[in-house]
């Protein structure tokens, strides 16, 4: 008993009642210090006698500012931000120096945990810490639902915050959530500090560049300047006329030409117009140099953008046709035999039915027991329903099996390379795949797939990333229907797909929807890394730009798109039949 405090016994504190409880050592649950300045908590190991009585509790206490103190010597990005909190919500300790607990006001007690309160995240005074929590609230109701480890991403003021979840348990008792929150622009500095220098040292080079352009034409054009007036001057009369020697030798082969053979006008004139030329020329070489390094620098920011989508993308992609192929694999096997039994069963299924019709033929007085089974079972109705079923049994299997077939001419993973394939394939497969959506739902018709397949030869191509090109576009056309009919459009929701030769080497594909088209404000942004016009956590905004780098970049073809407000949308694709792989592909 502590003799400043009578009212104090230990073995009813929480530290010693629940290991003794539970009857092994355990953690238990978080306190005040007797002083109520910090929190702890403590493990504690019960310890019994060699008749299994209960001798008394052995705990150590750990101090909660320990933990916070760690917290706060991490270094997470910038201005990232971590927190440790229990499935209750109540914090145990964070990165900001916030102590998990609060005085109560105006109250005098005498027991540590009846001056303070512990702290719920979703109340702290950090503005991070409590729109981190709120969310992971909102998102799963209860912070019990989070069991495994979370990736997830919101915004605080327009800002987009990066949050990492990871459960920690130590089977002793500790059930926490560890919390780690990271704005995007600790992401975004470096990157957007390296584009600025980019711009700036290509604007300098390209200063330096037409000074030295604008100083060599006049190294270049002032002789000629004076052989001009010496021209003129001759074509006056005078052709006494002496031009200073240049230091360029082909034009002072021309002033001493000059000097000598004023006579020689004509020859003159016919050097004068060959000087000119070469000028030209070196000025249009000067041009296309500096048109070339400008599309260099256009080129590099393009890729730039491009690469920090294609590293996310590229491995996604790959995880899903690993997922979809294996999944098309597994339900393959089944399906074929089920398939395959069918046939045996429909056949085995008329023999019987044979065998009772011939029974009912040859004993139509059936014993009373029997009579009564038949009556009760309603043979004729099991007669009729029972081909029936098997019919709907076979079209179900049959499904299932074209179903399977687009999943596995979707993934096409083993196709990395260039394949020559049939493009109306790829297009059925994703149509497959995308079934569900274009289903009658309530309040939404069912959406019509208007298919006019042209005449195309096999056409060489990287089947898996033209697939999803495919996969892209067709699920825009379906958010651009939606969208149309939430907004009260009366249409028919319709999807046309053309497909044909433009030429003897390139072929075109044609996907138009008719929602309400894209505002000419935003139709130049469309192919841009990270533009979406849908919510936060509907879309990326990649999905069109990595889909313009498949066709441009890797098929050398074009992707194109037409759009009116109010009038649709159509996506025009154009790929050559055969590709002409540089080095580097092969």
């Given amino acids: 008993m502590n003799a400043g405090k009578p009212n104090f016994d230990p073995r009813k504190r929480p530290y010693y009642t629940i290991p003794a409880q539970q009857r092994q050592a355990t953690w238990g649950k978080v306190f005040p210090h007797i002083t109520g300045k910090t929190m702890y908590i403590a493990p504690g190991k019960p310890i019994y006698n060699r008749a299994g009585e209960l001798q008394g509790v052995w705990m150590a206490s750990l101090n909660l500012s320990m933990i916070g103190d760690f917290l706060r010597s991490l270094k997470i990005g910038t201005t990232g931000q971590?927190?440790?909190?229990?499935?209750?919500?109540?914090?145990?300790?964070?990165?900001?120096?916030?102590?998990?607990?609060?005085?109560?006001?105006?109250?005098?007690?005498?027991?540590?945990?009846?001056?303070?309160?512990?702290?719920?995240?979703?109340?702290?005074?950090?503005?991070?810490?409590?729109?981190?929590?709120?969310?992971?609230?909102?998102?799963?109701?209860?912070?019990?639902?989070?069991?495994?480890?979370?990736?997830?991403?919101?915004?605080?003021?327009?800002?987009?915050?990066?949050?990492?979840?990871?459960?920690?348990?130590?089977?002793?008792?500790?059930?926490?959530?560890?919390?780690?929150?990271?704005?995007?622009?600790?992401?975004?500095?470096?990157?957007?500090?390296?584009?600025?220098?980019?711009?700036?040292?290509?604007?300098?080079?390209?200063?330096?560049?037409?000074?030295?352009?604008?100083?060599?034409?006049?190294?270049?054009?002032?002789?000629?300047?004076?052989?001009?007036?010496?021209?003129?001057?001759?074509?006056?009369?005078?052709?006494?006329?002496?031009?200073?020697?240049?230091?360029?030798?082909?034009?002072?082969?021309?002033?001493?030409?000059?000097?000598?053979?004023?006579?020689?006008?004509?020859?003159?004139?016919?050097?004068?117009?060959?000087?000119?030329?070469?000028?030209?020329?070196?000025?249009?070489?000067?041009?296309?140099?500096?048109?070339?390094?400008?599309?260099?620098?256009?080129?590099?920011?393009?890729?730039?953008?491009?690469?920090?989508?294609?590293?996310?993308?590229?491995?996604?992609?790959?995880?899903?046709?690993?997922?979809?192929?294996?999944?098309?694999?597994?339900?393959?096997?089944?399906?074929?035999?089920?398939?395959?039994?069918?046939?045996?069963?429909?056949?085995?299924?008329?023999?019987?039915?044979?065998?009772?019709?011939?029974?009912?033929?040859?004993?139509?007085?059936?014993?009373?027991?029997?009579?009564?089974?038949?009556?009760?079972?309603?043979?004729?109705?099991?007669v009729n329903d029972l081909s029936k079923l098997i019919e709907s049994m076979k079209e179900g299997a049959r499904r299932i099996r074209e179903i399977v077939l687009a999943l596995r001419t979707f993934s096409r993973l083993d196709e990395a390379g260039v394949k020559s394939i049939n493009i109306h394939d790829g297009i059925d497969s994703t149509l497959v795949i995308l079934g569900n959506r274009l289903k009658p739902k309530l309040n939404h018709p069912k959406i019509e797939i208007l298919r006019n397949y042209g005449s195309l030869p096999l056409v060489e191509c990287y089947p898996g990333p033209l697939n999803q090109v495919f996969m892209n576009i067709l699920s825009n056309a379906i958010d651009a229907i939606e969208i149309a009919i939430e907004h009260g459009q009366q249409i028919t929701p319709t999807i046309s797909i053309h497909t044909g030769l433009i030429d003897e080497s390139r072929a075109q594909i044609r996907i138009r929807d008719n929602g309400n088209g894209i505002p000419e404000a935003i139709k130049q942004q469309i192919f841009d890394p990270f533009f979406t016009t849908k919510p936060v956590g509907s879309g990326t905004g990649m999905g069109l730009a990595i889909s313009y780098q498949i066709i441009t970049d890797r098929h050398h073809g074009t992707l194109s798109c037409s759009s009116h407000s109010g009038e649709g949308t159509e996506f025009v694709i154009q790929i050559p039949l055969q590709q002409n792989l540089r080095d580097e592909e092969l």
């Fill in 82 to 382: 971590s927190f440790i909190l229990e499935r209750s919500g109540e914090l145990i300790a964070t990165s900001t120096g916030e102590k998990p607990f609060r005085y109560y006001a105006d109250k005098v007690v005498q027991l540590p945990e009846q001056r303070v309160e512990r702290l719920n995240a979703i109340d702290s005074e950090n503005s991070t810490t409590q729109k981190t929590s709120q969310f992971l609230l909102q998102k799963f109701q209860d912070f019990d639902q989070i069991q495994g480890f979370q990736q997830l991403e919101f915004s605080i003021n327009g800002t987009r915050q990066f949050v990492q979840v990871a459960p920690f348990r130590d089977g002793r008792g500790i059930d926490w959530l560890v919390v780690v929150t990271v704005p995007e622009s600790d992401f975004m500095a470096q990157i957007n500090a390296n584009t600025q220098s980019t711009i700036l040292l290509s604007l300098l080079a390209l200063a330096i560049s037409l000074g030295i352009g604008i100083l060599t034409s006049r190294w270049i054009t002032q002789p000629i300047l004076q052989l001009n007036q010496a021209s003129s001057a001759m074509a006056a009369g005078s052709l006494s006329q002496a031009v200073t020697a240049s230091s360029v030798y082909e034009l002072q082969e021309l002033t001493q030409s000059f000097n000598r053979m004023a006579q020689q006008l004509q020859e003159s004139f016919n050097t004068l117009e060959q000087a000119n030329e070469q000028l030209e020329h070196r000025v249009e070489e000067r041009t296309a140099q500096l048109k070339a390094a400008k599309d260099e620098v256009e080129t590099a920011l393009r890729e730039l953008q491009l690469a920090q989508t294609q590293l996310i993308q590229s491995e996604k992609m790959s995880s899903l046709g690993l997922l979809v192929a294996g999944v098309a694999h597994e339900i393959n096997n089944p399906v074929n035999f089920i398939y395959g039994n069918l046939r045996h069963a429909d056949e085995y299924t008329q023999e019987l039915l044979k065998l009772v019709q011939a029974y009912q033929t040859h004993y139509p007085e059936p014993p009373a027991a029997i009579a009564q089974q038949l009556e009760a079972m309603d043979v004729d109705f099991m």
